[in-house]
């Protein structure tokens, strides 16, 4: 665990960004008063107000849902049945005679057992109990409670559902139970498992949307949960927050986690077979515990702790306090690479047999390092991952890449930045368009690869942001965002304000048509006129796309111009707004143009291999008469008006002698 220390301590170190980060989130009791950082110029940065109120727990004045669930495991049928009791805060404007829930366990894959939610009572909490009604739609995932009264905004209710889950069977989904006993490898996984309670909005109303297999289509408030998970003596347990006790009685231990402040939903995790690591990061105070199968221990023994360390460090002294006293790494059954919740995430077991050309170990800390960089950008800062789930995955795979940069400079990530490539030629290699902004269903209706979007192009704007406006900007406005919306929900216009906030300046020019076109820029060099009497060449570049695109590009890119013996006449970085003609001063007639793509220019383009456009076809206008060597006129008759005159003078000179 040294190791873990020494480059713990190194890391504080390094990052500018970091030591800010620390000041705010560590010391300060006068946040209220505290700007990101001292800067030159004159930007006045909101007051991080809501941020001081969260940031050392204290929740004085702020009101939120408090929910305890009690869940009891059955091994041998594969179920659990649990007790959810709400107590509902409306903090909304408006009357509630209803409170919808998601029950998605009924939508997951599976292969021979489907999962399912059957609900055996509502019921009140006062003595006696009385039932309440509700209204329940299996097909989308969804029930009603009905009220007795009006809740109106300010207010409380509560009651209690009583359910028992079937997990589903298989390695496919969020929720399953998986693996043989006789294999010492049967896994259980408690996740997105009981009736969750929907998010009113202003933009959506109730968002009742049913379970959607494409990206992780989530979203929830803040609340209070209780935890009690009731499971066979001798299994091992992982869940959400602290573990404050444990009894066994008769063969069963009960198990009370409590994560002491609002998190967005709960899991748990149980198999008899958990090896369990465990490691307090030092001054964070954050109990890192990974739990894996005897199968992967070569692979997830230490290195899994280490990286699961490395990352949460960075991530709490970049961005923003982890407020929270444990995080979890737990090893699943899943089709994908892993799955992120408060304060615990999962990692799939297959990294064990991961064939990728960069092998198990890269294969399973870049998981970790993305699932974790979601307790950041998802539970501490909300998202309606249905509606803008792009945003923050594509934050969390920025995030990843800037973790293998500090951990691992030898890997490149930036230097060609990864998705550049695939960027530049996905339209016209799949004929679709890739609007970033958009909701996964929409992105369903308009035939857009929601995971091209949120993994691969969302990343890749934000590296352009970086290389635009500078690293230390970046990484400000990234944790700046991060504070402004702690235990709140954001979208993208919330991260276009924290980005302009940091510089100072509008970004719309940016955000606009890179996060809301469909297509790339295309430049083509459309026209190239070289004027020889005044020395000026006028060059279009022409967007091909701007005419299916809403907003205009604008960004820089780099342009040089060789003469007829490929000698360089030119070399700068010009900005292309749109379609842009620009007039250099040249001394020298130009042969010809290239735009140079080698750098961070985003366009659409098809050649493979290739990291240029260029064009020879320069017409050139007003140039000098051209002068003939050896053949001038004028001296010819010159020289033949000389050679008459000798011979009238010889001439007349034998004239005379005569
Ligand atoms: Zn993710």
């Given at each position: 665990?040294?190791f873990?220390?020494?480059?713990?301590?190194?890391?504080?170190?390094?990052?500018?960004?970091?030591?800010?980060s620390?000041d705010i989130?560590l010391?300060?009791?006068n946040?209220?008063?505290?700007t990101?950082?001292?800067?030159?110029?004159?930007?006045?940065l909101?007051?991080?107000?809501?941020?001081?109120?969260?940031?050392?727990?204290?929740?004085?004045?702020?009101?939120?849902?408090?929910?305890n669930?009690?869940v009891?495991?059955d091994?041998d049928?594969?179920?659990?049945?649990?007790?959810?009791?709400?107590?509902?805060?409306?903090?909304?404007?408006i009357?509630?005679?209803?409170i919808?829930?998601?029950?998605?366990?009924?939508?997951?894959?599976?292969?021979?057992?489907?999962?399912?939610?059957?609900?055996?009572?509502?019921?009140?909490?006062?003595?006696?109990?009385?039932?309440?009604?509700?209204?329940f739609f299996s097909?989308?995932q969804?029930?009603?409670?009905?009220?007795?009264e009006?809740?109106?905004?300010?207010?409380?209710?509560?009651?209690?559902i009583?359910f028992n889950?079937?997990?589903?069977?298989?390695?496919?989904?969020?929720?399953n139970?998986?693996?043989l006993?006789?294999?010492?490898?049967?896994i259980f996984?408690?996740?997105?498992?009981?009736?969750?309670?929907?998010v009113?909005?202003?933009?959506?109303?109730?968002?009742?949307?049913?379970?959607?297999?494409?990206?992780?289509?989530?979203?929830?408030?803040?609340?209070?949960?209780d935890?009690?998970i009731?499971?066979?003596?001798n299994?091992?347990v992982?869940?959400?927050?602290?573990?404050?006790d444990?009894v066994?009685?008769g063969?069963?231990?009960?198990?009370h986690?409590?994560?002491?402040l609002?998190?967005?939903?709960?899991?748990?995790?149980?198999s008899?077979y958990?090896i369990?690591?465990t490691?307090?990061?030092?001054?964070l105070n954050?109990?890192?515990s990974?739990?894996f199968?005897?199968k992967?221990?070569?692979?997830?023994?230490?290195?899994?702790?280490?990286v699961?360390?490395?990352?949460?460090?960075?991530?709490?002294?970049?961005?923003?306090?982890?407020?929270?006293?444990?995080?979890?790494?737990v090893?699943?059954?899943?089709?994908?690479?892993?799955?992120e919740?408060?304060?615990q995430?999962?990692?799939?077991?297959?990294?064990?047999?991961?064939?990728?050309?960069?092998g198990?170990?890269?294969?399973?800390?870049?998981?970790?390092?993305?699932?974790?960089a979601?307790?950041w950008?998802?539970?501490?800062?909300g998202?309606?991952?249905?509606?803008w789930?792009?945003l923050?995955?594509?934050?969390?795979?920025?995030?990843?890449?800037?973790?293998?940069?500090?951990?691992?400079?030898?890997?490149?990530?930036?230097?060609p930045?990864?998705?550049?490539?695939?960027?530049?030629?996905?339209s016209?290699?799949?004929?679709?368009?890739n609007?970033?902004?958009?909701?996964?269903p929409?992105?369903?209706?308009?035939?857009?690869?929601?995971?091209?979007?949120?993994?691969?192009?969302?990343?890749?704007?934000l590296?352009?942001?970086?290389?635009?406006?500078g690293?230390?900007?970046?990484?400000?406005?990234?944790?700046?965002?991060?504070?402004?919306?702690?235990?709140?929900?954001a979208?993208?216009?919330?991260?276009q304000?924290?980005?302009?906030?940091?510089v100072?300046?509008?970004?719309?020019w940016?955000?606009?048509?890179w996060f809301?076109?469909?297509?790339?820029?295309?430049?083509?060099?459309?026209?190239?006129?070289?004027?020889?009497?005044?020395?000026?060449?006028?060059?279009?570049?022409?967007?091909?796309n701007?005419?299916v695109?809403?907003?205009?590009y604008?960004?820089?890119?780099?342009?040089?111009i060789?003469?007829?013996?490929?000698s360089?006449?030119f070399?700068?970085?010009?900005?292309?707004?749109?379609t842009?003609?620009?007039?250099i001063?040249?001394?020298?007639?130009?042969?010809?143009?290239?735009?140079?793509?080698?750098?961070?220019?985003?366009?659409?383009?098809?050649?493979?291999?290739?990291d240029y456009?260029?064009?020879?076809?320069?017409?050139?206008?007003?140039?000098?008469?051209?002068?003939?060597?050896?053949?001038?006129?004028?001296?010819?008759?010159?020289?033949?008006?000389i050679?008459?005159?000798?011979?009238?003078?010889?001439?007349?000179?034998?004239?005379?002698?005569?």
């Amino acid at each position: 665990m040294k190791f873990m220390q020494k480059k713990l301590a190194g890391l504080i170190i390094i990052t500018l960004s970091a030591i800010i980060s620390l000041d705010i989130f560590l010391s300060s009791n006068n946040i209220q008063t505290t700007t990101l950082k001292d800067r030159n110029d004159s930007i006045d940065l909101p007051i991080l107000s809501d941020y001081s109120q969260f940031s050392e727990g204290n929740f004085t004045g702020y009101e939120f849902s408090k929910y305890n669930l009690s869940v009891y495991l059955d091994e041998d049928t594969s179920t659990v049945a649990g007790n959810l009791t709400v107590d509902y805060y409306n903090d909304d404007p408006i009357n509630f005679t209803q409170i919808p829930f998601h029950i998605y366990v009924s939508g997951m894959e599976y292969d021979q057992r489907p999962g399912y939610i059957e609900i055996l009572n509502v019921t009140t909490l006062e003595d006696p109990r009385e039932e309440l009604d509700y209204d329940f739609f299996s097909n989308i995932q969804l029930m009603w409670v009905n009220l007795t009264e009006i809740l109106e905004p300010g207010n409380r209710t509560s009651f209690m559902i009583s359910f028992n889950t079937t997990l589903p069977d298989g390695g496919i989904d969020r929720a399953n139970e998986h693996g043989l006993d006789s294999n010492s490898a049967r896994i259980f996984k408690f996740a997105n498992c009981y009736p969750q309670p929907c998010v009113y909005d202003e933009f959506d109303g109730w968002n009742i949307d049913p379970y959607i297999l494409t990206g992780d289509p989530f979203y929830f408030d803040m609340v209070y949960y209780d935890l009690i998970i009731n499971v066979p003596e001798n299994m091992t347990v992982a869940a959400t927050g602290e573990l404050l006790d444990s009894v066994t009685i008769g063969g069963r231990t009960i198990h009370h986690y409590n994560p002491h402040l609002p998190v967005r939903e709960v899991t748990f995790s149980a198999s008899r077979y958990f090896i369990v690591e465990t490691y307090t990061i030092p001054d964070l105070n954050i109990k890192v515990s990974t739990y894996f199968l005897n199968k992967s221990s070569w692979l997830w023994h230490d290195f899994a702790l280490n990286v699961t360390v490395d990352s949460a460090s960075l991530y709490y002294i970049t961005f923003g306090n982890y407020c929270y006293s444990t995080f979890n790494v737990v090893q699943e059954y899943t089709q994908h690479g892993g799955m992120e919740y408060p304060l615990q995430v999962y990692a799939t077991e297959s990294a064990d047999s991961y064939t990728g050309s960069y092998g198990p170990y890269w294969y399973l800390e870049t998981i970790i390092a993305h699932e974790t960089a979601h307790q950041w950008f998802y539970n501490l800062l909300g998202v309606d991952e249905v509606d803008w789930g792009f945003l923050d995955e594509g934050i969390v795979c920025w995030v990843t890449d800037w973790y293998k940069d500090v951990f691992h400079p030898d890997w490149y990530i930036f230097e060609p930045y990864w998705g550049l490539d695939r960027l530049r030629h996905y339209s016209l290699v799949s004929g679709l368009p890739n609007k970033i902004n958009q909701s996964v269903p929409d992105c369903a209706i308009s035939g857009t690869d929601y995971y091209y979007l949120g993994y691969t192009k969302a990343n890749t704007i934000l590296e352009k942001l970086r290389t635009t406006i500078g690293h230390e900007d970046f990484i400000e406005g990234l944790s700046y965002f991060f504070q402004d919306y702690y235990f709140e929900i954001a979208d993208i216009t919330d991260l276009q304000i924290a980005f302009e906030t940091v510089v100072g300046y509008s970004l719309d020019w940016f955000f606009f048509p890179w996060f809301d076109n469909p297509y790339l820029p295309k430049y083509d060099i459309t026209n190239a006129i070289y004027d020889g009497t005044s020395k000026i060449i006028n060059i279009t570049i022409t967007d091909i796309n701007e005419i299916v695109n809403p907003y205009p590009y604008s960004q820089q890119v780099p342009i040089e111009i060789y003469s007829t013996g490929s000698s360089l006449l030119f070399s700068d970085i010009e900005w292309i707004n749109s379609t842009t003609t620009l007039t250099i001063q040249l001394e020298t007639t130009p042969q010809r143009v290239l735009l140079d793509y080698s750098d961070f220019v985003l366009v659409q383009f098809a050649d493979y291999g290739l990291d240029y456009i260029e064009t020879t076809e320069i017409t050139l206008i007003n140039m000098p008469k051209p002068k003939i060597s050896g053949y001038n006129i004028s001296i010819i008759l010159l020289t033949l008006g000389i050679l008459g005159l000798i011979i009238l003078i010889k001439k007349f000179d034998l004239t005379q002698n005569e």
